[in-house]
């Protein structure tokens, strides 16, 4: 059974900062694609970032020059850096591995990535106040 386990949110003043952290118990996932993504209520869950094998990135048009994603294969460990955080981002974030990450096949262009077969941790909730 894999396991991800979520930690890092919080509440903070919009403009703040948060570091969310993903640990995925079976190292074989933290090595393919994984990502976040979050829930507002009442809203759809929506992808934030992913991070491919190779490490290229792709973002959320709405989180871009923002947020952060990067992972440590040592640690089996999945980040995402939020600065500059607005109201616009209270949600629960969740961590997920592995995605499918979809890459242009002739460029290798990361075009965007989706949640197939994925494990999922339980959660960490991110508020931020204006």
């Known amino acids: 059974q894999v396991q991800l386990v979520e930690s890092g949110g919080g509440s903070v003043q919009a403009g703040g900062s948060l570091r969310l952290s993903c640990v995925v118990s079976n190292y074989i996932y933290s090595t393919y694609c994984m990502g976040w993504f979050r829930q507002a209520p009442g809203k759809v869950r929506e992808g934030v970032a992913a991070i491919d094998s190779d490490g290229a990135t792709k973002y959320a048009d709405n989180v871009k020059g923002r947020f952060s994603i990067f992972k440590d294969n040592a640690d089996n460990t999945l980040y995402l850096q939020m600065n500059s955080l607005s109201s616009e981002d209270t949600a629960m974030y969740y961590c997920?591995?592995?995605?499918?990450?979809?890459?242009?096949?002739?460029?290798?262009?990361?075009?965007?990535?989706?949640?197939?077969?994925?494990?999922w941790g339980q959660g960490t909730q991110v508020t931020v106040s204006s």
């Open positions: 997920a591995a592995p995605v499918r990450c979809q890459r242009d096949r002739v460029s290798g262009r990361f075009m965007g990535w989706v949640p197939i077969d994925s494990y």
